[in-house]
């Protein structure tokens, strides 16, 4: 199904691509960078209201700034969930202070708690689950604590493949989220495909695991962009939906949409409503306008930004 026209002159025209689509799209979120952040003037002028924002906490990022662009981010309305990478934080009472700085400074009470995509340890956290294990979110009222999932397994956790470590971590987190009066959610990492994702998730509900999946999908970039990320991220087998577009000189210069893989998960959902996967997660890897002018053109009433 084509997309909707793109006028430069006017900005993005609010469409859908379906009911379906625009159902499975209410309620998305997105994720920014502090630097990435800095390039847009506001927020309100591409996001719904309430969206919320993820931080993405990148090795070598000061708190400092990463406390600031949640604290502009609050100030234009948006719920911010900060990364709390596990392998840069050197001990409880540096998970504390940042704690303590985001609910100070940017009202944040949210969290993704992930490992952290670096080889070694800067102290004494290596896991997600020793972060919740110190209990300083239910301390200091976190209300929401996301946690990773990975449709394609995480060769960092799995270095022969599969996700038999992977599931195991989140055995862990779904016992975890029975005893504690966390609301928890799985943050996962973008693929291409709809087909492995549904049966990743069809597979951690027969396994008993039922915390909602908030699907990554990887918004609108240029093709070569879009592999260099899928590559450095660890993409699995969805990356050949990649490759197999490269080898097409009539489409290696044209943006590789997420229409397709959004499209068919949304089917999916409208006929499974219990279908596992509560929302979508934007990685806005050809950027943040970019992305939000897509789901604006796409996602009809679930789209429009705040100030529209």
Known sequence: MALLNFKKDDGPVPGSLSPEVEAFLD????????????????FRALLPAGTRVYIAHIEGTPIEDMVATAKRLNAEGFPVMPHFPARIIKDTATLKDWIARYQGEA?????????????????????????????AF????????????????????????GTAMVDEALRWKQDFANRTDAKM??????????????AWADSLKAAGIDLPIHIGIAGPAKLQTMIKFAIACGVGPSLKVLQKRAKDVTKLLLPFSPAEVISDLATHK???????????HFFPLGGIKTNAHWAIENGGRAAVPANA
């Open 27 to 42: 309620g998305y979120s997105i994720e920014v960078m502090p630097r990435t952040a800095e390039k847009v003037e506001d």
């Open 138 to 161: 239910e301390a200091a009222g976190f209300k929401h604590l996301h946690v990773a999932g990975h449709p394609e397994g995480n060769r960092d956790i799995d270095p022969t493949g």
């Open 185 to 198: 959610a799985i943050a996962t990492q973008f693929a291409f495909e709809a087909a492995p994702i549904i």
């Open 270 to 280: 409208a006929a499974n409503p219990d279908f596992n996967i509560t929302q979508v």
């Open 107 to 135: 009202n944040v009470d949210q969290a993704l708690l992930l490992a952290g995509g670096v080889d070694q340890p800067h102290g004494d956290f290596h896991s997600s689950m020793q972060l919740m294990e110190t209990g």
